[in-house]
């Protein structure tokens, strides 16, 4: 029996069992009549539900478990089995891009370095005081009086990290890294904001760089909880990545299989195309006819005739006739060598008569 046939009954079977409103759809009569006739028992219509189909009624789409018997390989859905522990996690903030100072151009005075200094005391007590909105607008005011200290972005971040906005914090974390790429603060704090945000990966990533640059205790702390959820994803993600790559593999071997077997089929044909041709070329081991017995071109008209006789075609099959006829080719006395093979001789007399040599003895 046909396997692709088996493989579509069990598919259907399997629909059957997992949804048996199938047999009371109204083509599937003659199914109920016949199990019914060998003594099954039909389960019984599923409830209407006043038209509101989910897809997993008769009128549906089949259920998608039906094509679960298609080879392994890699699928998009793959990337999701994997299974984190998203606690403490919140949805981004939105809110618009908070001032950032005019980093570019503004000529910083003295006297702009002492109130940024004095702006940021008062951010740092009113924050000790839990007066974040307070202590935010401060730390802004010390920014626009001088954009060029990365610890006052640093020093924000910290606050917009405890109102919950880590996409606040992560930006100012970006801009206080590119003025000094060797303070631990602001890795700390946007490692924070990449785990409020389930980043783990990006968040043991920043974490680990603050406390290689200035250990502190409570980003370790951190570093510890996120470092196995990022561990876990990296290991998905390798061998998602090393699944997709023997599947392409494996592709790539199929498309130059059939490329070779294109190729081979092709010049089969060729062969035997110009095998079949008659053309002056001759017959294929005796160009132009020469030191066959008799002599005669292979170019006269009647090869054609001849090379669509089965026996002929056969012949140029033939690995040991094919030698032979080119042992006679080159040297006509050693058709001498082939008196003892009924099979060389019969059709080199065969070829003889054609073309009109005596038969050879």
Known sequence: MDPRKVHELKAFVQLCESNPGVFHQPEMGFLRTWLQGMGATIPPPPPKTGGSCKGGCPCGPPPTAAPAAEG????????????????????P????????????????????????????????????????QKALDLFTDAIKLNPRVAILYAKRASVF??????????RDCDRAISINPDSAQPYKWRGKAHKLLGQW??????????????????????????QPKA??????????ERKREEKEIREKKERIKKAREEHERAQREEEARQAASGGAGGFPGFPGGAGFPGGSPFGMSGLGDLLNEPEVLNAMKDPELMAAFQDVAQNPANIAKYQGNPKVMAL???????????PQP
């Open 72 to 91: 392994p390989g890699p699928s998009e859905s793959e990337e999701s089995e994997i299974e984190i522990d998203n606690e403490g996690v919140i949805e």
């Open 93 to 132: 903030d939105t809110d618009e891009p908070q001032e950032m100072g005019d980093f570019e151009n503004l000529e910083v005075t003295d006297e702009m370095m002492d109130q940024a200094s004095e702006k940021k005391m008062e951010a740092i007590n009113a924050l000790g005081e839990g007066d974040l």
């Open 161 to 170: 990290i405890r109102m919950q906005k880590p996409n606040a914090a992560k």
């Open 201 to 226: 990966e990006e968040a043991a990533k920043d974490l680990a760089t603050a406390c290689k640059l200035d250990y502190d205790e409570e980003a370790s702390a951190m570093l510890k909880e996120v």
């Open 231 to 240: 561990n876990k994803i990296s290991e998905h993600r390798r061998k998602y």
């Open 348 to 358: 080199i007399n065969k070829l003889s008569a054609k073309f009109g040599a005596a």
